[in-house]
């Protein structure tokens, strides 16, 4: 089973608001880095949070990595349509990313450190990393709407109950998965925010985000293509009914994370 649907990730995976970068620039020039600012993306996917990052007045080089070659062929597309020119994509997994010893000014992973084994991840950025260069790990819930509980009841029970993997079990909060950083004498702790990040979805929009994700995707395999193609419009009539209009404005709940490498 493929955890990922590239073309879902494409179409419906937001992009970060510029909030998510706030600081970044700063606590590296106050570490003596200049721009443009040498960046790795881990777990990059298609491309978002290169691309987002990009639209700030940030100046940066980016090479993102990923295992998935589908993924990286929708980063590439995406970079190549908004005429991103400091980005480039290759084959590696944040524990084995094939990047060179001591190459970057900073590192950023945007919704993909918990598919990451966290100790072996947290070698390569050592391995990476210039001294005193930054870590920069933020990733969002799935999105709520605030006047439409019963929507997100409705998809929480889903999640919880149907839409998962065998033996499935909560990933924990972004400051659970990322203590190997907290607890290692190596990295100063710099950074906790939760930049607002809120966004209209219409019904197929947010059905898109819902058949994106990796537990949808386990669930929809043993399905045969009728059974699949019955779930997906059942779903989404169940999303019309909850959300009572084309569309709805959501919030993701955005936790960045930030360290400094000592030395």
């Known amino acids: 089973m493929s955890k990922f649907n590239p073309q879902f990730y494409k179409e419906f995976r937001p992009f970060y608001p510029s909030e998510t970068f706030v600081g970044l620039r700063t606590e590296l020039l ?6 443009p600012f040498q960046i790795a993306d881990f777990g990059c996917g298609t491309g978002h949070s290169a691309a987002s990052f990009l639209k700030t007045p940030v100046k940066a080089e980016i090479i993102g990595v990923d295992p998935d070659p589908a993924m990286l062929a929708e980063a590439q597309n ?16 944040g ?18 450190f918990h598919w990451m084994n966290p100790e072996k991840t947290k070698d390569e950025v050592l391995r990476v990393l210039k001294p005193k260069g930054l870590v ?26 149907y839409w998962k993997a065998p033996g499935q079990k909560p990933r924990g909060s972004l400051k659970e998965i990322t203590h190997v950083f907290r607890g290692d004498p190596r990295f100063e702790f710099i950074s906790d925010r939760r930049p607002p990040m809120e966004q209209t979805l219409s019904v197929d929009e947010l059905a898109g985000m819902i058949f994106s994700q990796s537990r949808v995707l386990c669930y929809e395999e043993p399905l045969t293509s009728a059974e699949k193609s019955r779930f997906r419009v059942e779903t989404r009539k169940e999303l019309q009914a909850r959300m009572t ?18 030395f």
């Open 30 to 35: 106050k570490r003596g880095f200049s721009e």
């Open 78 to 93: 995406l970079s190549t349509r908004l005429g991103l020119e400091s980005v480039q994509f290759q084959v590696g997994s």
């Open 95 to 112: 524990e084995a990313t094939n990047l060179p010893d001591g190459r970057f000014d900073a590192i950023m992973m945007g919704s993909s």
């Open 136 to 161: 920069w790990i933020f990733e969002y819930q799935f999105p709520k709407a605030p006047a439409l509980p019963d929507l997100n009841e409705w998809i929480r029970r889903q999640f919880n109950l």
């Open 245 to 262: 209009s084309d569309s709805a404005r959501f919030q993701f709940n955005l936790h960045a994370l930030g360290w400094a490498k000592r």
